[in-house]
């Protein structure tokens, strides 16, 4: 493993979006990871846990956004649609 972000909240899920994880630009690059870089993700909440990539997501943004059919999976509650 290169760089993991721990314990960070799913902001965000875009159903219509192919999958992948938008993660905001500044947390991508503290973390030293790299856009398009293999990830895993691990829901703590409710064990889920699967692989996909990174997109940059707007700078400062705070966005941690999971795509596709696995955004569901990722988050607790109410979803979002973000673009």
Same mark, same amino acid.
């Given at each position: 493993?290169?760089?993991?972000?721990? +314990?960070? %909240?799913?902001?965000?899920?875009?159903l =219509?979006? #192919?999958?992948? /994880?938008?993660?905001d630009?500044?947390?991508?690059?503290?973390?030293?990871?790299?856009?398009?870089? +293999?990830? %895993?993700?691990?829901?703590?909440?409710? =064990?889920? #846990?699967?692989? /996909?990539?990174?997109?940059?997501?707007?700078?400062?943004?705070?966005?941690?956004?999971?795509n596709?059919?696995?955004?569901?999976?990722?988050?607790?509650?109410?979803? #979002?649609?973000?673009?």
């Amino acid at each position: 493993m290169r760089a993991k972000i721990h +314990r960070t %909240a799913v902001t965000d899920s875009d159903l =219509g979006y #192919r999958g992948s /994880t938008a993660i905001d630009k500044t947390l991508l690059e503290k973390a030293g990871m790299s856009p398009y870089g +293999r990830g %895993a993700i691990y829901n703590i909440t409710n =064990g889920e #846990r699967f692989t /996909t990539y990174a997109t940059t997501g707007p700078k400062d943004s705070g966005i941690s956004c999971i795509n596709g059919a696995r955004g569901p999976q990722g988050k607790e509650g109410r979803s #979002r649609r973000h673009r």
